[in-house]
């Protein structure tokens, strides 16, 4: 296979049921612009069946080539077969950059990829830049204690890899490709010792990441009970109702609702934060927001750097006067 | 069957602080809690011993004073405990952690099933488990939310994720890493707690795992921290002031101007 060269920026795409997900067309998005300053090739890596207009869909989303691997192993998706064909691939061809969606099977199979290489894997970035001097790939995401983000490179050792959460980056404009087919390459190895028993979609009710308006909780809110006032100008507003990881944590709300690193990114036209202190993790998932109005007893919270109307006031005691100051 | 549960001191989330130097998170014990999702990981292995006759061990990587967290798992059920500590150690990224305790693994004679929680609190990574399992040459299910089965031979493990729920056979030896699903981590009784405080603790320093010194801590760990900064902020916030019901009164138009225009 001359056409594919060593040392390309590579984004492997992930198929769920027959479609491409939308994060690996995301990645592709900004893997052009680096690929460019960097002047390496692009691939969109697929592992199992490529849906039907798969390829030309890469194409048009900034892939140089497609590259599909499939074969028996490909049968299930789960972690240690696709892991394998991925680092057969990488192996063979010496990719300089390996990006992965976040997604959950991403972040399940793509660290046994990383170990298998012997190479870093950074998780959950919010940024991705290339350094001048050196080309290197910086990979920037929120740092544990103190409102820190940092900033990290794998210097040593190839690929460097990096995983970015589903929705932090934009879908890119689709351009002209002549991509047409995948450059198909077999993979003959057995099927892997787990299996797959039993697979059912789940259906999700309405994705936060899409929501328009948002009203969301933190800690704050006390009691579970008060999550009705935040229910309620949802409700009035036609939005929908976001929340920290500590309420999610706690169970007060479901996994689908939490906004941040480790939950979804949003983009509203309005952001509605009801006791919410605002950690460095929340405020990743909350950059592309248009307007944020923040509700925090406490003047220092952090919210109020990213808000552009800070009340400072109890959220409980404030959403109960504004649902009335609504009604009139 | 022989489990092996990986566990991890985290620091209390408020009091954490970062090494200038090596921009890694300073890790003193004070404060410092077992990793919520280790206990139920440390649930799930006693479940299955339950079911399939065995032993758990508790593993973990750390300061000294790390060895809490086993003694904290010994009282809640655990046979043993063993911790990899060494100054070599210090700084690891995944990479470099998921090699040291596969080392530990090997030490301890491996096992049939490794137990690890979905992700540290502190990182977030997720990344321990897979890496673990691949260095183990082992396959491994993420996520799993309940064991549907458990059998000298396999698992049949259940996992939900957001688009989808799956059921997974898993022959053994593997590995899972375990979500705050159905089970409920006990807690510590009387006796397990005396126990915890009277076991012995196996201590394995880099030299008795024979490891590869350039494969373990900052020296081996291929992500290096560049630069740590504070977010940027949006500009000054415009201040709603008043008591709550004039605040809410000037929101409820701030609310009007956003949505529908200044009309």
Redesign the interface.
């Known amino acids: 296979m001359e056409k594919i060269k060593n040392g390309a920026l590579w984004v492997f795409c992930e198929v769920q049921g027959d479609a491409l997900l939308p994060v690996g067309l995301q990645l592709l998005g900004r893997a052009k612009t680096l690929a460019a300053e960097s002047n390496r090739p692009l691939y969109a890596i697929v592992l199992g069946k490529i849906p039907q207009g798969g390829a030309e869909l890469l194409g048009a989303s900034g892939a140089d080539e497609v590259i599909c691997s499939d074969g028996p192993a490909m049968k299930d998706k789960l972690e240690q077969p696709y892991a394998d064909c991925l680092i057969a691939l990488a192996k063979q061809y010496q990719p300089d950059i390996l990006l992965v969606g976040a997604t959950p099977f991403g972040r399940a199979f793509a660290p046994r990829v990383a170990a298998a290489l012997g190479t870093g894997l950074t998780a959950d970035c919010t940024e991705l830049s290339i350094e001048e001097e050196s080309g290197l790939l910086l990979q920037t995401r929120p740092a544990f204690g103190g409102n820190m983000m940092a900033t990290i490179k794998t210097a040593t050792q190839r690929p460097q890899m990096a995983t970015v959460r589903p929705g932090v980056l934009p879908l890119p404009e689709p351009a002209e490709t002549t991509i047409r087919e995948p450059i198909m390459i077999p993979y003959n190895e057995a099927a892997g010792l787990a299996r797959l028993l039993k697979e059912t979609a789940i259906t999700k009710g309405a994705d936060i990441s899409q929501s328009k308006i948002i009203v969301a909780a933190g800690r704050g809110i006390g009691q579970k009970k008060n999550l009705k006032l935040v229910q309620a100008l949802a409700d009035k507003l036609g939005g929908q109702v976001g929340a920290s990881r500590p309420l999610v944590d706690m169970g007060f709300c479901p996994y689908s609702s939490q906004i941040g690193q480790t939950g979804y990114s949003v983009a509203p036209d309005l952001l509605i934060c009801c006791g919410i202190s605002g950690a460095v993790q929340h405020l990743a998932g909350i950059g592309g927001a248009k307007k944020v109005i923040a509700i925090n007893t406490d003047p220092k919270a952090p919210i109020f750097a990213v808000a552009d109307y800070q009340i400072v006031g109890d959220c409980v005691t404030v959403l109960e006067h504004l649902l009335q100051e609504l009604d009139k | 069957m022989k489990i092996i549960v990986c566990m991890k001191q985290v620091?209390a989330?408020a009091t954490?602080?970062?090494d200038p130097l090596t921009?890694t998170?300073v890790r003193t014990g004070r404060n410092a809690v077992t990793n919520?999702f280790d206990l139920h990981a440390l649930q799930a292995a006693l479940d299955i011993r339950k079911q399939a006759e065995g032993t758990v061990t508790a593993i973990t990587m750390g300061i000294p004073a790390a060895e809490k967290v086993l003694r904290d798992a010994i009282a809640r059920g655990a046979n043993d405990g063993a911790i990899l500590s060494d100054r070599a150690f210090a700084g690891s990224?995944?990479?470099a952690t998921?090699y040291a305790l596969s080392l530990g693994v090997e030490k301890l004679g491996g096992a049939d099933l490794i137990v690890c929680g979905k992700m540290a609190v502190?990182?977030?990574?997720?990344?321990?488990?897979?890496?673990?399992?691949?260095?183990l040459g082992i396959?491994?299910?993420?996520?799993v939310c309940e064991i549907l089965e458990a059998a000298e031979d396999h698992l049949?493990v259940r996992r939900?994720?957001?688009?989808?729920?799956?059921?997974?056979?898993?022959?053994l030896p593997?590995l899972i890493t375990v979500a705050k699903g159905k089970n409920l981590p006990q807690l510590p009784t009387i006796g397990g707690m005396l126990r915890g405080r009277a076991a012995e603790i196996a201590v394995y320093t880099a030299e008795a795992l024979q490891a590869d010194v350039a494969r373990c801590g900052l020296k081996g760990?291929?992500?290096?921290?560049?630069?740590?900064?504070?977010?940027p902020?949006?500009g000054q916030?415009?201040?709603?002031e008043g008591n709550?019901?004039q605040?809410?009164?000037k929101?409820?138009m701030?609310?009007q101007e956003?949505?529908y225009g200044k009309d």
């Open positions: 620091p989330a954490a602080s970062i921009k998170i919520p990224d995944t990479l998921s502190d990182g977030d990574t997720a990344q321990i488990g897979p890496e673990l399992a691949q260095h396959p491994h299910v993420s996520d049949v939900e994720w957001d688009d989808a729920e799956q059921e997974v056979y898993l022959p593997a760990s291929p992500t290096q921290v560049v630069r740590t900064f504070t977010p902020v949006r916030a415009q201040a709603v709550e019901q605040q809410a009164e929101l409820a701030i609310i956003v949505l």
